[in-house]
């Protein structure tokens, strides 16, 4: 469930994009978050900081940042990894709730060395939290990038941290783990292999495939170019919708997209249940302390004609930070 792709050379721009693929509706709508909101970790521990960047985030259920990136141009998207194993929860070890790790890098940091380097020093915990609707417990990692073209995915396993920090680590999806995939990417064609290029649904798949597109696309004239090109690749990597499998409850479909181009800071959204593409240009938002935090509420743009459409910057509707699930007390 989910692809995520990186393209560190689209003429001088770098450009990311994600699938998120769920098996219901996620309730996603987009927030603007300014510098200076207070935070917690969640999880009753004893890490708070105040923002330091403004963001703009993919919300799932108005209460998780599944994906988006921060005014310096450092973005994160949660995708899922079976194998996630986050151990027993240590009040010793600073910890962050599932809902809110994302949100931290984008609150507080400007690359992904500074987000790998903080990681390493802190040994920072993150705790699962059951979805309240269902009391599912997803298991998840994250992938970083920055303007600088820099790549890492943090993957918890035997209650640790493995960071995978290097520029190569462009494409991620899930299962198996990052050095599973990076083995069995070079069995195919075009890797070291002989495997013809793959063309199912299955992680490992969709890794050989967005991998191999990313490589050949032509050099974008302009920004819209760059970003249909990377349209382009994740739609590739996309799953179709499909008649519920009793014996796979959980199998996924694609239900939404994402574009950010990193240097020129604008995040792009692509619902695949509604018309139209949107995007938000993060440096005509005011992020600075005190500005009020904004919500660009997807769920009801129901529209065929009039909705929502194009450069939605100005769309935003002033409300209350988002309030991140916590750990019950």
């Known amino acids: 469930m989910c692809t995520r792709v990186m393209w560190p050379d689209a003429a001088g721009a770098v450009l990311v994009g994600r699938n998120m693929d769920y098996h219901r509706d996620t309730g996603t709508n987009l927030w603007s978050l300014p510098r200076g909101i207070e ?41 899922w990894l079976a194998e996630s194993d986050y151990g027993t929860h240590d009040k010793a ?7 809110i790790w994302l949100q931290y890098f984008l609150d507080n940091f400007r690359t992904v060395a500074e987000a790998a380097a ?79 290029l793959p063309g199912t649904t299955l992680a490992a798949d969709r890794f050989a495939r ?3 597109y990313v490589g050949r696309l ?11 090109g990377m349209f382009s690749v994740i739609r590739n990597a996309a799953q179709p919708f499909r008649i519920p499998d009793p ?9 939404w997209q994402t574009v950010a181009d990193l240097t020129n800071k604008r995040y792009v959204f692509d619902s ?34 009039g909705g929502l459409a194009g450069n939605v910057t100005g769309r935003f509707e002033e409300t209350a930070p988002m309030q991140f699930l916590t750990l019950p007390s």
Do not use: C
């Open 272 to 305: 695949t249940t509604r018309p139209n593409v949107v995007w938000v240009d993060l440096d005509k938002l005011d992020f600075g302390v005190g500005a009020p935090a904004g919500k660009l509420d997807l769920m009801g743009d129901t529209a065929l004609e």
């Open 118 to 196: 903080w990681i390493a020093e802190s040994e920072v915990q993150v705790v699962p939290l059951g979805d309240p609707a269902t009391g599912e417990v997803p298991a998840v990692h994250l992938a970083l990038d920055d303007a600088n073209g820099d790549s890492a995915i943090i993957e918890y396993l035997d209650g640790k941290a493995t960071v995978w920090h290097d520029r190569d680590y462009r494409v991620m999806t899930n299962s198996p783990t990052y050095d599973k995939q990076i083995e069995l990417l070079k069995e195919v064609d075009g890797f070291g292999g002989t495997k013809p």
């Open 218 to 228: 032509p050099e974008p004239k302009t920004k819209v170019e760059a970003v249909a």
């Open 39 to 79: 935070r917690n970790d969640g999880v009753g521990g004893s890490l708070a900081w105040t923002a330091e960047y403004g963001s703009v985030v993919a919300g799932a259920f108005d209460m998780m940042s599944a994906d988006g990136m921060n005014e310096v141009g450092l973005a994160g998207h949660i995708l």
């Open 247 to 255: 014996d796979k409850p959980y199998a996924s479909q694609t239900i």
């Open 93 to 99: 070890r600073p910890g962050l709730s599932m809902a």
């Open 210 to 212: 967005a991998a191999y």
